[in-house]
């Protein structure tokens, strides 16, 4: 399957994004999907991942409480919601899908990632 995400820009603290990742595949609904991202100097880390229907999820804990993970099959689109955004979310972040129910927060678990989309937070 092919990612692509969509939606990154620049935004000041305390403000909002949506980020967007489309497949391409019409399986879609039979991928868990994640949200990774890596900021400079730093290495990549997860965010957060939903299983294939959308009933199981999982958050890093420098995320939870912020940002919501949610998925449209119908779409083949999942998105993470973000709010309250700080300038450590500073990153590019990448979607990911895994050829399973739910394949949680470790990024071997995954087999295609998007191309990454970069989000700015100003102080």
């Known amino acids: 399957v092919q990612l692509q995400a969509s939606g990154g820009g620049l935004v000041q603290a305390g403000g909002s994004l949506r980020l967007s990742c489309t497949g391409s595949d019409r399986t879609f609904s039979s991928y868990a999907m994640a949200w990774f991202r890596q900021a400079p100097g730093k290495e990549r880390e997860s965010v957060a991942a939903v299983s294939w229907s959308g009933d199981r999820a999982v958050y890093s804990d420098s995320v939870k409480g912020r940002f919501t993970i949610s998925r449209d099959n119908a779409k083949n689109t999942v998105y993470l919601q973000m709010n309250s955004l700080r300038p450590e979310d500073t990153a590019i972040y990448y979607c990911?899908?895994?050829?399973?129910?739910?394949?949680?927060?470790?990024?071997?678990?995954?087999?295609?990632w998007g191309q990454g989309t970069l989000v700015t937070v100003s102080s």
């Open positions: 990911a899908a895994g050829r399973t129910y739910y394949s949680g927060n470790s990024s071997l678990a995954y087999d295609y």
